[in-house]
């Protein structure tokens, strides 16, 4: 596999089984432009890819673990653990957030290049610029990571009691963050690992800084309408038969009609707390 992205992420402490970088590397994903972007579905194409067509690729001396990992035996069942898939995906965000910031990077150069250009004099003022922009950047991605990261923790533990636990965490384990800041004031929205709505991020009139912080409340009462009630309390019912299935179509029907209005999200704003 592309030893940029192996040792990147070994960097982050992330080592990819061998079976799963051979994968990556035949299915056409072991490259910075694609790698991040792998969701759950493309998971599932590439277990296909690896189940009908990977055979090609490998010769009678090849070792079938180093292929197919603990499927070795058994290729035309072949799938990613679940472990494994939780860690492709931790590795396509980690490279995420780096292509973020190669790109922030790029854009503050370009910008420099240009002032440079069309000024007739390179005064001090033009470095200082790209400084800021830098730092600018660089501020969004920590305030951006901060809130991924306690997020996921708080979905996990919303969710930790639910018995399709080990889907739904993949699920959490893809939403995304996207904080912008014009003049002095940020702004931005997060995704529900549940029904993919966006919702907007609100903030406490700040300072705009690397601590700077949003208020949870609104998007902690949308993802918690995904979630039956007794379940909030972390109470156990097991008497219900079928339980499993009630959990999810009370979960579809929440996606459906869960479209909460702004009007409504806005109206809870007082149970707003930090976490
Ligand atoms: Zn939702």
């Known amino acids: 596999m592309n030893p940029e992205i192996v040792e990147y992420l070994r960097h982050h402490d992330i080592e990819l089984p061998l079976y799963l970088q051979h994968i990556l590397k035949f299915s056409g994903y072991d490259n910075f432009y694609l790698f991040p972007k792998i969701t759950s579905n493309d998971i599932k194409s590439i277990e296909q890819f690896a189940r009908e067509e990977m ?15 603990f499927f070795k035996t058994t290729l035309e069942s072949f799938k990613i653990v679940p472990g494994h898939q939780k860690l492709l995906l931790e590795a396509a965000n980690k ?11 790029k854009l503050a150069e370009v910008k420099k290049r240009t002032k ?13 610029n790209s400084i800021q922009e830098n730092e600018e950047s660089d501020r969004i ?12 923790s708080y ?21 995304h963050v996207n904080v912008v800041q014009k003049d002095e004031q940020l702004s931005g929205m997060i995704s529900c690992p ?8 609100c903030w406490m009139k700040q300072k705009v800084n690397y601590n700077a912080r949003p208020i949870y409340g609104n998007y902690h009462n949308h993802v918690k309408t995904h979630i039956p009630n007794d379940r909030q309390k972390g109470t156990r019912k097991n008497t219900v038969t079928n339980e499993a299935n009630q959990v999810i179509t009370k ?3 929440n996606c459906n009609d869960g479209d909460k209005t702004d009007h409504e ?10 976490i």
């Open 55 to 69: 055979h090609q690729f490998i010769t009678k001396d090849d070792n079938l673990e180093n292929f197919y990992g």
């Open 95 to 105: 490279l995420q957030l780096h292509k973020k910031r190669k790109e922030s990077q």
């Open 116 to 128: 440079r250009l069309h000024s007739a004099e390179f005064t001090t003022d033009n470095s200082l």
């Open 141 to 152: 991605i920590a305030i951006s990571e901060h809130i991924l990261k306690t997020q996921k």
């Open 155 to 175: 979905l996990l533990g919303l969710i930790s009691k639910l018995p399709n636990y080990d889907e739904l965490s993949i699920k959490v384990n893809e939403i």
């Open 194 to 201: 549940f029904c993919n709505k966006q919702l907007k991020l």
């Open 251 to 253: 979960f579809f029907k």
């Open 265 to 274: 999200i806005h109206g809870k704003r007082r149970n707003d707390r930090r």
